[in-house]
């Protein structure tokens, strides 16, 4: 009786445009008034408190930082030039080097919105010169750009780390496997339209002109290095090197390249606070909700439940995939995240899923929902930069969101492409 209160008021109030953190705030106070007698307004507050007191969690703010000063600082254009010079001669070769730019830009910004925004809007006016119908072009970003959140080092895995006490270093190398096969996947799909469709390349390959954009690049190119090297060196935290990353951005862009200004500076530090902020206040009482159900019994009420369904592995991740594809759908990656990670993982563990392959499964549904509408936020992002309606943008890029689905059914089923990389480092 007590969840179903909860849920109730919570999700009363989120249909009423009550932001989410208040929302669930609201629900676990109504079981406390309601005398259920299962929580207290004191282990609410230090729940809330508890969700904040992680260093890790610094980390959040400073990737998106570091990401919105390598945007403007005219690091992520380089970035672009050299997966252009690379690939961009080739059929479909603008279509394979925005899916390779948004691994770049992903390996800094850990955003997918942010990396929708920033590869979007240099590569879809190439795009379109090149023939390619405006569109696909805004679909291939948009859907390129969750991305964002699969490459290390990203945010969404950050929040899970946080959330299931997991580390949030092995959680970043296991992200290189789903990575490049959902890359992988994307570029394939994206050279079979452009061959149907075609959409050919420009100019003729020179490695002149590929060293040209090497060299220019140099500086850009060397962060993803200084990011993941020193993590999985040891050298430094993730959180740590979010740091690294805001101060090594801000020294390029202001005194290498020089595109940034500090007059930019205060406005990229507003842009982000007020963002933050809204994650913030959702991270606490979402944090505090895994406390009071877990004090409610619901994971292990959750995994009886599937267990009393079948005891096959294969049929509950599949279970699993579809809610979680159904949450992603309809609510942003921040709460979905704090909300049912820790509650899937306690369910799953009877059944034997590693908790670091959960997380590289929670996170590709995730960037699954990016693309499918409601919440679609890279669509949201893509559709406001061209003005295209996003369901014109959602239907055009379907074949690009059925290779995404196919990557999480291969991430799901082969474990070792998310653990292979630590057993090899172990």
Known sequence: MAIAVLALVAVV???????????????????????FNITSLSFIAQQMYSGFESLPLVAIPCFMLAGSLMETGGLSKRLVN???????????????????????FGAISGSGPATTAAMGGILIPY????????????????????????????????????????????????????ALVVGALLILTNLVISHK?????????????????????????????IILGGIYGGVFTPTEAAVVAIFYSLFV??????????????????????????????????????G??????????????????????????LIVNVFLVFVGMVMDTTSANIIFSPILLQALKPFGVDPIHFGLIMTINLAIGFVTPPVAGNLFVASGMTGIPMEKIAKKAMPLIIAMFVALLVVTYIPQVSLGILTLFR
């Open 197 to 225: 469709q075609g959409y050919h390349g420009q100019g003729a390959f020179s490695w002149r002109e590929l060293g040209k954009a090497l060299w220019d690049a140099k500086w850009a190119l060397f962060l993803p290095v």
């Open 127 to 178: 795009m379109v010169k090149a023939k390619y119908d405006r569109t696909y072009a805004t679909g291939l970003s948009a859907v390129a750009g969750g991305l964002g959140i699969i490459v290390p080092p990203s945010i969404p895995l950050v929040v899970y780390g946080v959330a299931t006490n997991t580390s949030i270093g092995d959680l970043f190398l296991a992200g290189l496997g789903p």
């Open 13 to 35: 109030l989120l249909a009423i445009g009550v932001p989410v953190g208040i929302a669930l705030g609201f629900g676990m106070i109504a079981t406390v008034i309601g005398g």
């Open 253 to 290: 862009g202001l005194f290498i390249y020089k595109e940034l200004k500090f007059a930019d500076i205060w406005k990229i530090f507003y842009k982000n606070t007020t963002f933050v902020g809204g994650i913030m206040l959702t991270f606490a009482p979402a944090a505090a909700l895994g």
């Open 292 to 317: 009071v159900l877990a004090l409610m019994g619901v994971p292990g009420a959750l995994s009886s439940f599937l267990f009393s369904l079948t005891d096959n592995k294969i049929v509950v991740l």
């Open 82 to 104: 050299v997966a252009n010079k690379l690939i961009g001669h080739t059929t479909g070769g603008l279509g394979t080097a925005t899916v390779v730019a948004c691994m770049f």
